[in-house]
């Protein structure tokens, strides 16, 4: 059965433990299913990242599946019910790590291609598979790698489907067409210590501070749109004192960080926030880290193939999305028009048990399947 093909794949990558950056040899499986099917594979070390970018055809469009072998740590193995890299079945649902997020998603794709070639040997355009062992990581040495030499090589991608684990209460209620972008700060708001009964002698970077922070938490930097919602600023530490409470600090540190959608940019957003600062004339440093830029997909035709094959196979009407953290598709977004994440339910993601209903990994690969009929047939 073409279904425990799909799991069977999937029982075998959840058993080797691919822990950022380690990749302990799932690419090696996926190379050994995808050359036979006419997919040229080549491995791209980077430091201690395994990278993979397999393509089959060299005609346009090219459609790519893109995805992760690593996962995040287990946390304390106590906890989990069964072992962590050992693939459990307990009532109904496939226990392990990576099991959603997203080794799952990896072994479908890979599935549902075989299948595709078989049925159509002449299928128009090329299918390729952007593979890395380092989203979960840095993500340095990863997918943003390969991008780039895929732009040195001029070679055009068209549509990426990224398999990260989208959905919500049911397989393929949600699909994200874009992320928002993440821009962080240190803020170093610099005073005076002091003695707390002689504050005439001392300059309390706290109290000076406390104006400017609830200005920034009450702004309004965007108002979103069609597909986001509005920027968002939250603070996420402060560190002010040395413990004794009779001491006036010397300095306040405030960590924050911005989720933006695309009516920002960070240049816009770092100019509004030192404006804030200097109206309070703080005296401060402010070191600033971007993480990603936001990405988005319109609807267009790559969402709706596969809002129709969600449809068709599993009768469920899709949402577009733009929440949640940053994906590697940030990084794929930069040289492909089209990018769409999806997968299977997200609320067991990084969890202890980590796991995916049975049910629902025959409907994914059979979704995969139908997006590539619905572009390359």
């Given amino acids: ?38 997919f040229k594979c080549e491995t791209i070390q980077s430091g201690d990242v395994t990278n993979l970018w397999a393509r089959k055809g060299t005609e346009q469009p090219l459609l790519v599946f893109a995805g992760h072998t690593d996962v995040v740590p287990t946390g304390p193995v106590e906890q989990w019910t069964s072992e962590p890299f050992y693939p459990t079945h307990r009532d109904g649902k496939l226990y392990g790590r990576g099991t959603a997020d997203m080794k799952t998603s990896i072994a479908a ?11 159509h040997p002449d299928h128009k355009g090329s299918i390729a598979f952007l593979i890395t062992s380092d989203e979960e990581g840095p993500a340095t040495d990863g997918t943003v ?49 002091g003695h707390i009964a002689y504050p005439q002698l001392a300059k309390n970077p706290i109290h000076l501070g406390a104006q400017a922070l609830a200005d920034l938490v009450a702004e ?9 919602l509005p920027t968002s600023w939250q603070m996420s530490n402060i560190k002010a ?58 609807r267009g035709t790559l969402s709706d193939a596969i809002c129709k094959a969600i449809k068709d196979e599993a009768g469920v009407d899709t949402e577009l ?3 949640g953290g940053t994906s590697d598709g940030r990084f794929i977004a930069q040289i492909c028009p089209q990018v769409i994440e999806f997968g299977p339910p997200n609320a067991s993601i990084h969890k202890i048990d980590e796991h995916i209903e049975l049910r629902f990994i025959d409907p994914l690969k059979n979704i995969y399947r139908r997006t590539l009929e619905n572009l390359l047939r």
């Avoid at 794709?109 to 049925?119: H, N, R, W």
């Avoid at 991008?147 to 040195?152: D, F, I, P, V």
């Avoid at 489907?161 to 992320?179: A, C, F, H, M, Y």
């Fill in 1 to 38: 059965m073409t279904a425990s093909r799909t799991l069977a794949l999937t029982e075998k990558l959840i058993g080797l433990s691919s822990v950022t950056p380690e990749d302990k040899g799932c690419q090696d499986q996926l190379i050994h299913l995808l050359e036979p099917l006419g």
């Fill in 109 to 119: 794709m890979v599935v549902a291609c075989e299948e595709f070639i078989a049925a």
């Fill in 145 to 193: 790698v390969v991008c780039k030499m895929l732009k040195e090589r001029g070679e055009q991608l068209d549509y990426c489907i990224v398999g990260e684990p989208t959905s919500d209460k049911t397989l393929g209620d949600t699909i994200k067409n874009g992320r928002r972008g993440s821009l962080s700060g240190c803020l170093t708001i610099k005073g005076v210590q």
């Fill in 220 to 228: 309004v930097w965007d108002h979103g749109n069609e597909y986001y």
């Fill in 241 to 298: 004192g040395t413990g004794a409470n009779n001491v006036i600090p010397g300095q306040m540190v405030v960590d924050f960080n911005f989720r933006f959608s695309t009516e920002s940019t960070p240049e816009s957003l770092q100019q509004r926030v030192h404006a804030i600062l200097d109206r309070h004339k703080l005296d401060y440093d402010l070191k600033w880290t971007l993480s990603g830029l936001p990405f988005l997909t319109p």
């Fill in 321 to 323: 999305s733009t929440t």
